[in-house]
Nanobody, 121 residues
Framework: QVQLVESGGGLVQPGGSLRLSCLASGFFFHLYSGAWHRQAPGKQREVIARITTNGKQTYADSVKGRFTISRDNAKNTVDLQLDNLKPEDSAVYSC???????????????WGQGTQVTVSS
């Protein structure tokens, strides 16, 4: 069974940090790009970070300089380090695995269920 499971979410104060982890199983994870997404209530889901099979990282402007995506193919994980968190970062964070084409278009194929991140004092 193909599965992506997120962990590491929780409640953090503004300016704080969290590290989210996405564990993949049931497929050859090293052949796929990975990504993190978020969706806040009343807002569309957005792609905030991507990483290709060779480690190229891409970030949304809203998180650039604050979040870092990484992968460990030996562990089948894609992690997201969230630093200097702001209240507007509060959302459900989901990971995905998919394909990145030659035009840098990311097409997610597999999705995790998501983990809640709440930034509040």
């Amino acid at each position: 069974q193909v599965q992506l499971v997120e962990s590491g979410g929780g409640l953090v104060q503004p300016g704080g940090s969290l590290r989210l982890s996405c564990l993949a199983s049931g497929f050859f994870f090293h052949l796929y790009s990975g990504a993190w997404h978020r969706q806040a209530p009343g807002k569309q889901r957005e792609v905030i970070a991507r990483i290709t099979t060779n480690g190229k990282q891409t970030y949304a402007d809203s998180v650039k300089g604050r979040f870092t995506i990484s992968r460990d193919n030996a562990k089948n994980t894609v992690d997201l380090q969230l630093d200097n968190l702001k209240p507007e970062d509060s959302a459900v964070y989901s990971c995905s695995a998919g394909a990145t084409d030659l035009n840098d278009y990311y097409d997610p194929g597999y999705w995790g269920q998501g983990t809640q991140v709440t930034v509040s004092s």
